[in-house]
């Protein structure tokens, strides 16, 4: 009799997050006695940063999805502690995206499986754990100031801004 899971574990890393661990793995070389005492197993778990995690990302979020708005909605699971919306690091508008901290880390858990997949705004807003906001990364990391995502973003999209950025810079995509 085999055990098969039908349903993805809520608390999992996001793929960003599994991406940027694993390049900070690697580029640090491994200590002797780390070598001598590693087995492969057991340390992912003591690394794990998202096994206390309270703060959660919310993604696709409309340009125009207030604040309040997100309040609203992120307290039905539990207290907030502190919400960040994400800005344009240039206009400092709001492009995107927003980071929602609660008290507990079931609060978090359970926000992500009753809210995220569900619709803000018309748009279905993706909910990931985070291992906790830090100063700077409320602010776009694309080159224009807004998210990367919406650089090359051909279509149009009037809730994200209209086309994207460099589709508009791109001479050669003026006939779009």
Do not use: W
């Not at 207290?79 to 980071?99: A, S, Y």
């Not at 993706?126 to 080159?143: A, C, M, N, S, V």
């Amino acid at each position: 009799m085999h055990n098969y899971n039908t349903v993805d574990r809520l608390d999992r890393p996001s793929a960003y997050f599994v991406n940027k661990i694993s390049k900070l793995i690697v580029g640090q070389k491994k200590r002797k006695y780390d070598r001598e005492r590693d087995d492969g197993e057991g340390k992912a778990e003591e690394d794990d940063p998202l096994k206390n995690a309270t703060t959660l990302y919310v993604g696709n979020l409309s340009f125009y999805t207030t604040e309040e708005q997100i309040h609203e909605l992120f307290a039905k699971c539990g207290e907030i502690k502190r919400l960040v919306m994400g800005l344009d690091r240039f206009n400092k508008t709001p492009c995107g995206f927003c980071f929602v901290e609660y008290y507990t880390q079931q609060d978090a858990l359970d926000c992500m499986k009753y809210i995220g997949g569900t619709k803000l705004d018309e748009r279905v807003i993706r909910t990931d754990l985070d291992p906790g906001f830090q100063e700077g990364r409320q602010y776009g990391r694309g080159k224009s100031g807004g998210q990367v995502r919406d650089e090359y973003r051909d279509e149009y999209d009037p809730g994200r801004g209209g086309f994207g950025r460099a589709v508009g810079d791109d001479p050669a995509t003026e006939d779009l």
